[in-house]
């Protein structure tokens, strides 16, 4: 991918241009889907200025809310946001022209109380209780070390059970081996909790760097082809490179069919606007885009990695955006990966898998996720799902050379695997385990690692884990977010006793690859 000089690619701030659809008959549908999407707790209800009082303490009623330096709704204002439930005091109502107050800050999991002198939130958003918010169905763990996304079904039958992995995918991070001048580390994913804000459909970046994927009444014929169709696939990806508004190349549709944007988000003490979502490419290529930021050559000329954001293939990015509401729980970690129960092979010539038991009917028999991706819905936060039975239940029409653009089947991979560390693979190929080499992969080393317990990827949880020192790693790890993952670790997805964790390889005498690494 092209290298910013100035800025990273996941801490712009992302603009967002609300489009109509261009089929009036689901105008109805596509604001359904808008809505379903606000992030205001429903129970909460706005309080006139006259119910307010100076001095009395409430809490915050929406999942991410603005907090301002001056009197003023200026987008240039705007210092961080505060999420569900934080605690603020009122410091002054102000006059009655304007839906702002000024508060203190008394507790907050996302912004420090001194982050400005002075601070200012809109009225509408204040609660004099604070509100119970149901855990969300599923959660989502994302581990950089290993370059894999994986999607639980949050327990709650006992206390402390295994959750279950419902979808496990490949993803690609920032990328370690370059930064700007100021920090050599710019450009790597940040780790902790934050939580999903909001789907955007066919997403840009603010500034139109990187091309929407598909913008609302273009002409589908003007989309590069699959990566997949040519001889080459590395010949094929470079139709996706383009020339922004200023004449310099760029990537086409970076961004894939949807993203994720997240809250806390900011670079203070949010996730550093790091957005989860999907690629280049078309859903037939599948993983062959997130492939090819592993492969030698690609990297050999160019670096492909992402500028911090998680990417994911198109298809999967498209069953996540059906599958997870606003409000989903994201953790990012860097962990040794293992499982509670255990695989076994046997035989030398004819292996035989004796798959996890918890996990045996899922065993090399993916889950089928139908999917058709219409342009409905572009440029629209919450814009329309790309679930088959959703778009047929709902009987949005699907009409072939003007609104669809793709329909097919996503296989889901819900079995779990835990990834080895094998310090003989290159830390891009995905197959290391260490994506930011905080090990330096020698045995006579492996008293000194900065992993610091294990996370099991068949129950969604970890044992005593802690994210690597930033110290120890020389700035290489970066930990923010909401405050129960920063130091800690949330009581449901901590869990005790033996377990398997795959053996280690070594890196052998011989490994000349370049990889910057943080060990002796």
């Not at 780790?191 to 970046?205: N, P, T």
């Not at 290391?432 to 090990?439: A, K, L, N, P, W």
């Not at 129950?459 to 994210?467: I, L, M, S, T």
Request: with cysteine.
């Amino acid at each position: 991918m092209t290298k910013l000089k100035t800025r990273r690619l996941c801490s712009a701030l992302l603009g967002l241009l609300i489009a109509s659809s261009p089929l009036m008959s689901i105008a109805q549908e596509l604001t359904a889907e808008a809505a379903s999407s606000v992030s205001v707790n429903a129970a909460a209800v706005a309080l006139n200025k006259s119910q307010l009082k100076v001095g009395q303490r409430y809490f915050i009623s929406a999942d991410s809310l603005n907090v301002r330096s001056s009197n003023s709704t200026t987008a240039n204002n705007i210092v961080g946001k505060l999420s569900m439930n934080d605690e603020v005091e009122i410091y002054d109502l102000l006059n009655e022209a304007t839906p702002l107050v000024q508060i203190k800050i008394i507790k907050s999991s996302s912004l420090k109380a001194d982050v400005a002198a002075e601070l200012f939130v809109s009225k509408d958003y204040l609660s004099e209780k604070e509100l119970v918010t149901a855990a969300s169905k599923y959660f989502v763990i994302q581990n950089v070390a290993t370059e894999k996304t994986r999607v639980y079904e949050r327990c709650t039958e006992t206390p402390g059970c295994a959750h279950k992995l419902v979808m496990e995918t490949e993803m690609v991070v920032g990328r370690p081996e370059e930064g700007t001048k100021e920090d050599p580390n710019a450009f790597k994913t940040w780790l902790g909790h934050a939580r999903i804000s909001e789907w955007v459909k066919f997403y840009q970046d603010g500034q139109g760097h990187y091309p929407h994927w598909y913008k609302a009444g273009q002409d589908l014929k003007s989309i590069p082809g699959p990566i997949t169709d040519g001889i080459s696939k590395i010949a094929s990806s470079r139709k996706w490179m383009v020339e922004d508004a200023h004449g310099k190349t760029t990537i086409y549709g970076a961004f894939g069919w949807f993203a994720a944007k997240v809250t806390p988000a900011d670079e203070i003490n949010g996730m550093n606007y790091q957005w989860m979502h999907g690629t280049i490419g078309w859903g037939k290529d599948g993983a062959a885009s997130i492939e090819l930021t592993r492969g030698f050559l690609m990297n050999l000329f160019s670096n492909p990695g992402s500028s911090g954001c998680t990417r994911l293939e198109n298809k999967a990015v498209a069953y996540l955006r059906s599958l997870l509401p606003v409000g989903t729980d994201i953790y990012r970690v860097y962990a040794r990966e293992s499982t509670r129960e255990k695989e076994v092979t046997t035989g030398i010539f004819k292996k035989k898998t004796t798959p996890l038991p918890r996990y045996a009917d899922k065993f090399e028999k993916p889950g089928h996720w139908d999917f058709i991706l219409l342009t409905n819905g572009a440029q629209q936060s919450g814009g329309l799902t790309a679930d088959a039975k959703t778009i047929i239940d709902k009987a949005i029409p699907v009409i072939a050379g003007q609104n669809l653009i793709e329909q097919g089947t996503y296989e889901i991979d819900e079995y779990p695997n835990a990834v080895q560390l094998n310090y003989n693979n290159q830390a891009s190929s995905g197959k290391s385990g260490d994506r930011y080499r905080i090990d330096s992969g020698k045995q006579a080393d492996a008293m000194k690692t900065n992993f610091r317990g294990y996370f099991l990827v068949d129950e969604g949880r970890f044992v005593d884990y802690a994210h690597p020192d930033a110290r120890l790693t020389k700035g290489v790890i970066k930990v923010s977010g909401l405050a129960d993952f920063r130091d800690s670790v949330p009581e449901f997805l901590k869990t005790s006793g033996a377990h398997n964790p795959p053996e280690i390889k070594f890196r052998t005498e011989n490994d000349n690859n370049n990889n910057s690494r943080i060990g002796n």
